[in-house]
């Protein structure tokens, strides 16, 4: 099944386990490991999976990572 | 920032117990705002909230399945297949009370506009195009519910 994923959480994915480019074009072993990288930032409260504008279901930054990063860039422009 | 873990899980992808939780408590967070905040129509951002989790529920029949059973160890019975919608507001409002007839009301709103609602337009402008809340639950009524012909 193909991996939907907004631009934030990919961006955070990719951070995560180093560039990976086009998700749905990875061997089946890395994707897999980008599967559990989405469940464990789901079960941290940062992911969540909802239907996109086609009604096919995509993975999404929650409310709370958006938090996260604002307050992180607001730090960073601090500094 | 987050802990990758290295052990692949068997179980990838299933929609754990605390993704739920944190659903839930985000519905909870926003129905805490919707009784403070005045604004007549703060109501659609706690029912899009409601709409958008349970859509994907249905969308993924484990989800769906998952859901059902959590609800019905906290207490809470989806009786039909579309029922998730009422389970979810009354989680969403706990531990206080609403109105029976107020959630069986934004239950039939929402029930209509999984049915009708292009997944394109927001749940706010679709309600809104169709003649409010009220209405909508009556459309529901005539159409999909006990009163269809």
């Known amino acids: 099944m193909k991996l939907r994923i907004d631009k934030m959480l990919k961006f955070w994915v990719n951070a995560e386990l180093g560039t990976i480019g086009d998700i749905n074009n990875l061997e089946a072993d890395e994707k897999r490991t980008v599967r559990v990288a989405l469940q464990e930032f789901e079960n941290q409260g940062y992911a969540r999976r909802r239907l996109d504008e086609k009604g096919r279901v995509r993975w999404e930054a929650t409310p709370a990572m958006r938090k996260y990063l604002r307050e992180a860039e607001l730090e960073a422009s601090d500094e | ?149």
């Open chain 2, 1 to 149: 920032m987050f802990n990758i873990p290295t052990e692949i899980s068997s179980t990838i992808h299933a929609y754990s117990s605390v993704a739920f939780e944190n659903d839930i408590s985000g519905l909870q967070r926003n129905w805490k705002r919707l009784q403070k905040c005045r604004d007549r129509d703060g109501i659609y951002e706690f029912l899009s909230e409601v709409f958008n989790l349970v859509a994907w529920w249905l969308a993924d029949k484990k989800a769906l399945r998952r859901s059902t059973e959590r609800f019905a160890r906290q207490g809470i019975h989806p009786v039909l297949d579309l029922e998730p919608f009422a389970a979810a507001i009354i989680a969403a409002a706990t531990p206080t009370d609403v109105d029976k007839r107020t959630v069986s009301k934004w239950s039939r709103v929402l029930r209509y506009a999984y049915q009708f609602k292009p997944p394109s337009e927001s749940l706010k402008k679709f309600v809104k195009r169709n003649g409010g809340l009220n209405k909508c639950a009556t459309l529901y009524a005539h159409r999909l519910g006990r009163l269809r012909r």
